[in-house]
């Protein structure tokens, strides 16, 4: 069935099923890190996600706000690197813009995607059209903002298509930041591999919001 | 192509287990704090403090750096990542002694993202954190974009010289000068011939042609001027100090350097040699004196192939640094000019 | 079978050229004479000398361990191939100072040979010579049998102690004396999981299957007590050890060692620390203190993937000697026991 | 023709075609070595014989002891290892006992082998089945023994046999010296690469002094 919005433990198992979609794309994921990075961005996401789902099975949630900002804790602590500083910040800003909501719905994951955007883009000063995680990040944060009004799985599937979209996008890009940056031109032709991940991740969200 | 043969346990749990054997390696003179920091015993009350750190993989390096005028911790990451910000706090918090704190480790965004939060978290606590980046890879970014250089090799001279100051230093201002005039006096380049691995996976971090040199890389094979033919070890000698020597930082006749030859792992103490028999014949031409040698495999990239060269421009300052002795897992010297 | 990737110029001239590079990497303080020997600069007028030396191919050892308070020369021979006598005899008289030279190396028919020879004609120019031969390897031969068994890393803790010995001594016979000592109460074991090669042909120089490592292997490749299935770096460091603690030498609760854990070359600094973290534990439940840890490939068979464990017990003498500072380009550390 | 006796001309050519023999063999000698040893007994061969080869164009020899110990002086500086201590050892103690000959003959023959195996045993302290270049050195001396009054070049014909013949032997002895002696029983079934080149050494003398 699909999904006007989530109460927090719908919100806590649709994350689950996201550090499930991401330890699974582990391999494909190290290996995008490989063509551009060090070849470990999966197993990064894959340290984070577990501590993820340790970190959620504890319960005790009183709001959405709470269930993001823990799992962006979880991310930042366990994993390091990069992608625990962005993806850490993605969801602990996201997670504080929703500050005290019972509920996560379509106007929450605008609010949610916003914060957190700003977030990365502060801490890591990554624009759209450097071939980082944002040029998938931003564009779902512009869909979900149009998305206000719609039922939660229909503004998460539009985020999802967009952030696909920006993920397939970075394939034509240079690098100017992160490890890639030093490629030039030799960095266009594969995706960046922040992008996948956050394609997954909105994916995922918007595959159990539909009850699939 | 197979996987290396490494002996390994758990092949995910490689940065807490070599952390372990680290810290007993210094025969109780260091202890781990926190998640996975390594800090010296001793540090005197109003020592202002230096704290280095960064990804694992990279052995001995950034780790074996903490000992006798030396750093006072590392913040440790795990393979090939950044530390969290809780384990930069944790460091930071220990190795703290009322007069600040220097950062001081390499320019990858994850390190400074991460170095970055931790620091906030520390100010928090009322620590006052000052941060140098090092980027001495000449080969990642022009001379007009230093803050796009990434750090390899030159961290070792980089340390050693801001490490002895840090003993005699008052302020954390001082120190920060003089990190950041010994940063900016070290210029390095690195070259790969094969790749190193992902311990958890055993992949290889980038595939390069049998016939091929990658020239200009980064210590995780991260790419730099491009691929050159492979050559002979004199040939490549004297194309890798030719981009030091193109770079903006002038190295005359007269001025004294500390010269490091580095191993990224596989390459042989034999062609490091070989290595520096040209490297100084370059160097002799340009009537560059050499001050001290190091040699060998400080800063590497698990089992890759290759070698760096750096070199630290010495004024009368940090050569009195320099000649200090020191002593940790990584480095160590006796007073003076010996080798 | 692919030929590793190395930087050389004439594969065959590698050991001439490693010694040029080694010398340049010395600063100053060492010196090339005659054929193939390094000699330190200054040796003051009637110390008993050390002469260490053997093939080339292993670096940074033997010819790494010239240095202040530790050898004061080294005969050189090409790769993996012992010095000839006339190299062996070069370097005696360049080092003697009129009170004797002690030559000090590793049990391998070929260096036994060459070094006597050497001797031969040194005692025909009135130099006494002294030799004490080092088998540290356990698994090359029983405990009966001594004589036969080789020399392999256990050399770095006995060079380091002989070398710190001969700045005090007043005699050869005292010198000796110490250097028996330091022998006897060093023991080591090696494996392989990968063999090295000989630079001038590419060929690796034995075959192992992917899934089994070699264990009691010497520094060349040399068969030890046999092949085993491959195993975990835990187990693996379990089985080692405990040939070293079968042996005749008794390590009992309470003993002070010195612990040197090797990498033979491939194998990282990262594989070293978690065996490291193993082998700390075993001698912790036997009681057996570390006075320090030796944590590096410091004698390697080219890109040989392996390591080695060497465990020297300490005696009060053996203690004052080994916590002199020392340098070379080889292994240095401050006064004292820090690491 | 088949010879009698050489001149101390025809000596120098004939260890020069030996110098030549070994050199060609490299490859097969340093393959027999890491077998049993460390590989590279060929490389070290090969060296010591491009020294002997630059020594004997030098000329200016007297007598053809001076020959010999000329080519062991040039083996055993050049070369170093195992092997530049025993084949030095062999060819400068053989020449010893050839002390102001003018020609070699089967006689001579018999005395250099004579000084020269003694020389080595004496030297490295390894006996017949000790699986050394003994092996083949000692059936080689025994068979020149009997053949003193043989012509040279059917003297020497005999002596390649018997060296031979200790080089094959050499294949089932266990390893009691040298690098292969911590091997055991693992040194049976292979040929001690230093008996390979004794059997190549006197082969190539017979075959000059044959005259083919
Ligand atoms: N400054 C930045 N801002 C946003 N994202 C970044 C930045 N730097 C790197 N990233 C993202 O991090 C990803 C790499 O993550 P990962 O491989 O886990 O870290 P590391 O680079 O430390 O190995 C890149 O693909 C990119 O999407
Ligand atoms: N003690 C010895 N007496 C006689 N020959 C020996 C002795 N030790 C080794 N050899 C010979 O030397 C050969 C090995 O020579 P080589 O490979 O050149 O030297 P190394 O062992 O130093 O690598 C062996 O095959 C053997 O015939
Ligand atoms: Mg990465
Ligand atoms: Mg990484
Ligand atoms: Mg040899
Ligand atoms: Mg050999």
Chains 1, 4 share one sequence.
Not at chain 2, 31 to 49: F, L, M, N, R
Not at chain 2, 189 to 205: E, N, R
């Amino acid at each position: 069935m699909a999904k006007q919005q989530l109460s927090v433990d719908e919100t806590v198992a649709m994350l689950d099923a996201v550090a499930d979609a991401i330890i699974a794309a582990e391999p494909e994921l190290s290996e995008a890190d490989r063509n551009l990075g060090d070849g470990d961005h999966g197993l990064g996401m894959k340290r984070g996600m577990e501590a993820v789902k340790a970190k959620l099975s504890e319960g005790g949630f009183e709001s959405v706000d709470k269930v993001f900002m823990a799992m962006g804790m979880a991310m930042m602590s366990s994993m390091g690197g990069a992608s625990g500083a962005v993806f850490g910040t993605l969801f602990r800003n996201g997670g504080k813009a929703l500050k005290g909501s019972e509920t996560f719905d379509a106007a929450g994951l605008a609010e949610f995607l916003k914060g957190g955007t700003e977030g990365v883009m502060t801490r890591g000063g990554a624009k759209p059209g450097d071939k980082t995680m944002v040029d998938a990040l931003e564009p779902a944060q512009k869909a979900a903002e149009l998305a206000v009004s719609l039922p939660l799985s229909e503004a998460l599937d539009t985020t999802a298509q967009a952030a696909e979209a920006g993920r397939d996008a970075s394939k034509d890009l240079i690098a100017t930041m992160g490890r890639a940056k030093t490629l030039g031109e030799a960095s266009i032709g594969h995706p960046d591999a922040g992008a996948c991940s956050v394609a997954i991740i909105f994916r995922t969200m918007a595959t159990f919001a539909a009850g699939n | 192509m197979s996987v290396p043969k490494k002996l390994l346990n758990d092949p995910n749990a490689c940065a807490a287990e070599l952390l372990d054997g680290l810290i007993l390696a210094y025969d109780g003179q260091c202890e781990k704090v926190g998640k996975a920091s390594i800090v010296k015993k001793s540090i005197p009350d109003g020592k202002v403090a230096l704290l280095v750190g960064g990804g694992s993989g990279h052995e001995p390096i950034y780790h074996g750096l903490v000992g006798t005028n030396l750093a006072d911790g590392a913040a440790c990451g795990d393979i090939f990542a950044a530390p969290s910000p809780d384990i930069v706090l944790d460091a930071t918090k220990a190795v703290h002694r009322g007069n600040g704190v220097l950062f001081l480790y390499g320019n990858y965004a994850g390190d400074v993202m991460n170095f970055d939060m931790g620091a906030e978290l520390a100010e928090d606590e009322d620590i006052e954190v000052r941060t140098v980046l090092i980027w001495d890879d000449v080969a990642s970014a022009p001379p007009t974009k230093k803050e796009d250089r990434r750090g390899i090799a030159g961290l070792v001279p980089i340390v050693k010289i801001a490490g002895a100051a840090s003993q005699v230093v008052e302020s954390l201002d001082e120190l920060e000068r003089v990190a950041i005039k010994v940063r900016d006096n070290t210029r390095s380049v690195g070259c790969a011939l094969a790749p190193g691995s992902i311990p958890a996976t055993g992949k290889p971090t980038f595939d390069l042609a049998d016939d091929m040199v990658g020239l200009g890389m980064g210590i995780h094979g991260e790419r730099g001027v491009g691929e050159i033919p492979m050559c002979s070890a004199d040939e490549l000698t004297g194309k890798m100090l030719e981009l030091i020597f193109a770079d903006d930082l002038e190295f005359a006749s007269g001025d004294e350097v500390i010269l490091f030859v580095n191993s990224l792992g596989a390459t042989t103490h034999m062609e490091l040699l070989i290595c520096n028999r040209k490297a100084r014949e370059i160097l002799a031409e340009k009537g560059i004196i050499v001050h001290q040698t190091i040699v060998g495999p400080l800063v590497g990239c698990q089992e890759m192939a290759g070698i760096s060269f750096s070199l630290t421009k010495l004024d009368d300052e940090l050569k009195k640094y320099w000649d200090m002795p020191c002593q940790s897992a990584c480095y160590s010297k006796m007073e003076g000019r010996q080798s």
